[in-house]
């Protein structure tokens, strides 16, 4: 077993796995209460620890911070005098946690007042009236931890290549979901709303913006396995078929999101490139259809004491229109080509008769990124296209996006 990457099995914990996703509802709700509003719910989400979860703090009385111990399995509660209270996390009942939640805050200077009912689970019960008895098992529950400590690490790395807006890696109770979500800076069309036990307009406020989202499940919700998922709003055209990696990665139709097993993470032989494959892939697919201005947006991968390069001193090593734009072509297939300080950026493309080629995929490296490079690959295809005489399909979704914000390129586009 990969003990960065431990097997999770849904099914044999699922009973202790929705009593911790009400516990943390519980103190969820609490931060939420007291918490200003910041946007998309970013104020009420819980943030991975080495120990746990905790709310970072939240400002009652004198300040107040909960952990989720996994490792003591205690809900810990610190606040800004120095007091500290705990209870133990292990076979209960909703109701005496909550009882047990709102006595650890009013023991912190606390108030301990909030929204009693559940929200985006099926058949919710104020958590005061649910008496229902619920297990623990402690080492179901560090396996999820650990779980989530490697993907909060990957999430985390995959988060420092996008310069736009972007959430921090956080923990919703709502779904249960760790998730990382980019944004376009444009608006998005309203949501319609419709999620089960949550308000319409806090899923509107939600998605007021274009997203490329991707988060982890420890199961439920539609799929009785742990999973990682990507979706993007408003989808794209053309989203559904993309392709994305890696091969275990799949469209599931019921949740309209594209799916990878966690299963198929554990056990790649290196599960951090796996994952980043699906969430560099699934990124890639919404932004480009989505038509995301990505060389504003994106840049490499951050390094430990790296400072990132300004988009200023990156314009004066910038492609000056010098450097040569290679072309290899062949009777079906050829590509575009450039290498730029030893580092390579390719275009390929398919012949599909005389008068016409599809350009189908797009390679900028992460160290290419924010200089132009791809831009100046489709530039040449134009100027060659229409010196030859031949049309052009433009299937990739960074040449099609490219296209898309050049009106003056469009002449070449083969016309239905």
């Known amino acids: 077993m990969n003990n960065k990457w431990p097997h999770l099995d849904y ?116 958590f005061a009236e649910d008496h229902r008895d619920r297990p623990y098992d402690r080492d179901a529950v560090q396996r999820f931890h650990n779980a989530l400590a490697s993907v909060d690490r990957v999430f985390k790395t995959f988060r420092t290549s996008f310069l736009g807006k972007s959430s921090p890696v956080h923990l919703f109770w709502g779904a249960l979901d760790l998730a990382v979500t980019r944004f376009s800076g444009r608006r998005a069309p309203l949501h319609p709303g419709g999620i089960p036990a949550l308000p319409d307009h806090v899923t509107q406020e939600a998605y007021d913006r274009e997203v490329s989202s991707a988060g982890f499940w420890p199961g439920g919700g539609g799929i009785d396995y742990p999973a990682f998922y990507a979706y993007a709003y408003p989808t794209p055209n053309g989203f559904r078929g993309a392709s994305v990696r890696p091969d275990a990665a799949f469209w599931h139709d019921g949740l309209s999101e594209f799916i990878l097993p966690y299963d198929a993470v554990q056990s790649a032989a290196d599960p951090d490139e796996a994952l980043m494959a699906f969430l560099i892939s699934t990124y890639e697919a919404a932004a480009g259809l989505g038509g995301w201005d990505r060389d504003l947006l994106e840049c490499a991968h951050g390094q430990p004491r790296q400072v990132r390069r300004p988009d200023a001193a990156l314009a004066k090593n910038a492609p000056s229109g010098d450097e040569k734009v290679e072309r290899e072509d062949g009777a079906s297939k050829g590509r575009y080509r450039m290498v730029i300080d030893g580092v390579e950026a390719e275009m390929t493309y398919s012949r599909a008769g005389e008068g016409l080629i599809i350009i189908d995929h797009t390679e900028v490296p992460a160290a290419l990124r924010g200089r132009k490079v791809g831009e100046r690959l489709v530039r040449q295809a134009i100027e060659d296209a229409r010196g030859e005489g031949v049309a052009i399909i433009p299937l990739c979704p960074f040449a099609k996006a490219q296209i898309g914000r050049h009106p003056e390129w469009q002449d070449v586009l083969r016309r239905s």
């Open 11 to 126: 099914l044999s914990w699922r009973e202790t796995c929705s009593a911790l996703h009400l516990y943390l509802q519980v103190a969820g709700k609490y931060r939420l209460a007291h918490t200003p509003w910041l946007n998309h719910s970013w104020n009420a989400t819980f943030y991975v620890t080495p120990n746990g979860l905790a709310s970072s703090p939240i400002p009652d009385g004198p300040g107040i911070e909960i952990l989720f111990d996994f490792r003591e399995h205690r809900v810990v509660g610190t606040c800004g005098e120095g007091r500290r209270a705990s209870f133990d996390l292990g076979p209960s009942t909703v109701a005496a946690f909550h009882a047990s939640f709102v006595q650890l805050i009013s023991e912190l200077g606390g108030t301990p007042t909030f929204n009693g009912q559940p929200n985006e689970v099926p058949n919710p019960i104020p």
